[in-house]
């Protein structure tokens, strides 16, 4: 195995987490390590075809009460199996991660999550190798960087 000369990032169990793509600036994410991919709480989420590229349109309720209205390439569809053994097919677009300063492509389901705790969820494929969690604390990484795109 060959040693990264990076040096990786920490984040908390919690931290704030921006999507530029979306022109979402800040939402609070829990970071699961559990989940492989990344989820954010949609609702009236729409399909809509132009020009042969299907698009999907959708609210993204935050923790404030506060509406954002999005849209998005549609990426496909994912099977979801959630803590509780369900499988849910959820559609899934392609956007920009902002987190600690640095900006990265990852993949994010749309997903009704009103009854949990937190917007998004942050999986280990967008954490990558890039960040370790330290669960015991939140908000550690810095969130007034100039975004630097992240290698993969």
Request: net charge positive; charged share 30%.
């Given at each position: 195995m060959v040693a990264s000369n990076?040096?990786?990032?920490?984040?908390?169990?919690?931290?704030h987490a921006g999507l530029p793509s979306l022109k979402i600036?800040?939402?609070?994410?829990?970071?699961?390590?559990?989940a492989t991919l990344s989820s954010i709480h949609a609702s009236d989420i729409k399909i809509t075809s132009k020009?042969?590229?299907?698009?999907?349109?959708?609210?993204?309720?935050?923790?404030?009460?506060?509406?954002?209205k999005a849209k998005a390439p549609l990426s496909g569809y994912k099977r979801i199996r959630s803590s509780d053994g369900d499988v849910e097919k959820r559609p899934m677009i392609k956007t920009t991660l902002l987190l600690d300063g640095i900006e990265k492509e990852i993949e994010l389901t749309l997903a009704d999550r009103r009854l949990m705790d937190y917007t998004?969820?942050?999986g280990r494929k967008a954490l990558g190798r890039r960040w370790?969690?330290?669960p015991s604390v939140s908000f550690l990484a810095k969130t007034t960087d100039v975004p630097k795109k992240a290698k993969k």
């Open positions: 990076r040096k990786k990032g920490v984040v908390g169990w919690k931290e600036k800040d939402v609070i994410a829990k970071i699961d390590t559990g020009a042969g590229v299907k698009y999907v349109s959708f609210n993204v309720m935050k923790r404030n009460n506060t509406v954002k998004m969820l942050i370790m969690v330290n």
